[in-house]
């Protein structure tokens, strides 16, 4: 069974411009949760997708948006960025959110400086 | 505010010892707890734990909850250098709605 795939892997941008970052789940997965990782901060949780439909949502500002497409895919936008937003993008699929705990499987992220 | 602490924020060891890495939390709706492994890029899931006292393992490592005192422990023993990586601790928060709260992790550095 093929993991969760992110494209891309790497990405630079300049402060100002906007990026998408892809996220393909598990096969089967509905739930879709994407997080920011920064140096001394952890895991911050962004959002999570559940049959397209933004079910829950971090405390980030309005820049940081997403969908889900009807195949599960997901993707994450950041507009007008900020250097601030150099992380690791994750992003982590599970079978459903209807119950908590369900395991989530972690993609291998993408990694996003701004200069 | 949901919180979750993990300590110590990170560790070096020599091959052959015993770690305990901790979480304490604080949250309302607790569903369970998850311990995930981060080497380089992705996290791995190690254990979930919902049950006070019941004791998870897997191979060197094992992993308990207190749900009383709000804590739950990670214990690697005859640690090798492969194990090398961040150890992140998750609590799951359901109201209505499931959210997963990350520590920010346990640093550990095996030495040879």
């Known amino acids: 069974k093929a993991g969760v795939t992110q494209t891309p892997r790497y990405l630079i941008k300049t402060r100002g411009q906007q990026v998408t970052l892809s996220c393909s789940p598990i096969?089967?997965?509905?739930?879709v949760s994407w997080y920011q990782q920064t140096p001394g901060q952890g895991l911050q949780f962004l959002f999570e997708?559940?049959?397209?439909?933004?079910?829950n949502k971090g405390n980030f500002p309005g820049r940081f948006s997403g969908r889900q497409f009807s195949n599960s895919r997901s993707e994450m936008n950041v507009s007008t960025l900020e250097l601030g937003d150099s992380a690791l993008y994750l992003c982590?699929?599970?079978?459903?959110?209807?119950?908590?705990?369900?395991?989530?499987?972690f993609g291998p992220g993408t990694r996003l400086t701004v200069l | 505010e949901d919180k979750v602490v993990q300590s110590p924020l990170s560790l070096v060891v020599h091959e052959g010892d015993t770690v305990t890495l901790n979480c304490s939390y604080e949250?309302?709706?607790?569903?369970?707890l998850l311990w995930y492994k981060q080497e380089k890029k992705a996290p791995t899931f190690l254990f979930m734990l919902?049950?006070?006292?019941i004791e998870k393992k897997s191979g060197r490592l094992s992993s308990i909850l207190d749900k009383k005192e709000l804590f739950s422990i990670l214990n690697i023993t005859a640690t090798q250098t492969g194990d090398s990586a961040i150890y992140l601790c998750?609590?799951?928060?359901?109201?209505?709605?499931?959210?997963?709260?990350f520590g920010t992790g346990t640093r550990l550095k095996v030495l040879a």
């Open positions: 096969s089967g997965h509905r739930s």
């Open positions: 998750a609590v799951v928060t359901t109201s209505g709605t499931y959210k997963y709260i």
């Open positions: 997708y559940f049959s397209e439909t933004q079910r």
């Open positions: 949250v309302t709706n607790f569903r369970s």
């Open positions: 919902t049950s006070s006292g």
């Open positions: 982590a699929s599970s079978l459903s959110g209807g119950r908590a705990g369900n395991e989530q499987f």
